[in-house]
């Protein structure tokens, strides 16, 4: 079995270090939170698998995963790493799935 996955991570850009002191009791009130992370710190995604065997080489993209990337990374990425296994061993590809 060869098994594969990918996941996306955003990137916050830090704006500032803030610490707020205050009271257990205080901790949801308006004037005691501060925005400390904002957004536009842009994205990064990473793809792989595993098997008994190795891991895949790892694809890294900044893109949305969509049908033609998948695509790509199935036929450079996954086709590279079964190539390097032995012709004798059979394998299943399985990846995940989301209902």
Not at 57 to 81: F, W
Request: hydrophobic letters at 35%; one cysteine or more; charged letters at 25%.
């Amino acid at each position: 079995m060869i098994f594969s996955d990918e996941s996306t991570f955003y990137v916050l850009k830090r704006k500032n270090l803030c610490k707020i002191w205050r009271l257990e009791k205080e901790k949801l009130l308006p004037e005691c939170l501060e925005l400390t992370n904002i957004g536009d710190g842009g994205k990064t995604g990473i793809w792989g698998g595993i098997s008994g065997f190795d891991a895949t080489p790892a694809r890294i993209y900044d893109e949305n995963m969509n049908g033609n990337l998948y695509c790509d990374v199935l036929q450079h990425e996954l086709k590279q790493y079964i190539n390097k296994i032995p012709k004798k061993n059979q394998f299943v590809f399985q990846q995940e799935v989301v209902s």
